[in-house]
């Protein structure tokens, strides 16, 4: 059972991050609010499939 959570939650972190680069937030981490933009983006990634923006302006 531990062995499948860990691969649900790996799956989940990949297909985050592929979709946080899709919509350019993983592009120009210069600053913390970049950065912070984009941890909520990988971690929070079916919102952005809704529409909703993550950026923190």
């Known amino acids: 059972m531990f062995r499948m ?3 649900v939650t790996i799956i989940y ?3 985050g991050f592929i979709v ?3 919509r350019n937030y ?3 981490l ?3 609010k ?3 933009s984009a941890a909520l983006a990988v971690l929070l990634w079916p ?3 809704l ?3 993550l950026r923190i302006d």
Request: charged share 20%; proline share 0%; aromatic share 0%.
């Open 5 to 7: 959570n860990r691969l």
């Open 13 to 15: 972190l990949v297909v």
């Open 20 to 22: 946080a680069a899709d």
């Open 26 to 28: 993983l592009e120009n």
């Open 30 to 32: 210069d600053q913390l």
């Open 34 to 36: 970049r950065l912070a």
């Open 47 to 49: 919102l952005l499939l």
């Open 51 to 53: 529409g909703i923006n």
